[in-house]
């Protein structure tokens, strides 16, 4: 079984920063992408970035404003938010794309965080 923590979020005033983390534990074998979506009331989720081999995607709403990167030995993903606006707002889900080993068995697998408020407001 694997594991993604998340840091907390919160409540940041608009044009402000803060800095989501996702620690992976567990029978982890490989990891082939790590990112990071979101979900505002009333909307679908959505992705935000993710990272694979060191290449990153983004979407175009937080591109030059966010930034995703890796710490392998630590199987954690970070994301940058700058310049935060109150479209922002959201529960963000940090997701891993992974090969496990069960039971002596290995398996590519798709998991997700507890998810995390970000509020941007004034």
């Known amino acids: 079984q694997v594991q993604l923590v998340e840091s907390a979020g919160g409540l940041v005033q608009p044009g402000g920063s803060l800095r989501l983390s996702c620690a992976a534990s567990g029978s982890i074998l490989n990891i082939y992408t790590m990112g990071w979506y979101r979900q505002a009331p009333g909307k679908q989720r959505e992705l935000v970035a993710s990272?694979?081999?060191?290449?990153?995607n983004y979407a175009d709403s937080v591109k030059g404003r966010f930034t995703i990167s890796t710490d392998n030995a630590k199987n954690t993903v970070y994301l940058q938010m700058n310049s935060l606006k109150p479209e922002d707002t959201a529960v963000y889900y940090c997701?891993?794309?992974?090969?496990?080993?069960?039971?002596?068995?290995?398996?590519?697998?798709?998991?997700w965080g507890q998810g995390t408020q970000v509020t941007v407001s004034s």
């Open positions: 997701n891993a794309d992974v090969v496990v080993l069960e039971t002596q068995t290995m398996r590519r697998a798709d998991y």
């Open positions: 990272i694979s081999s060191g290449s990153t």
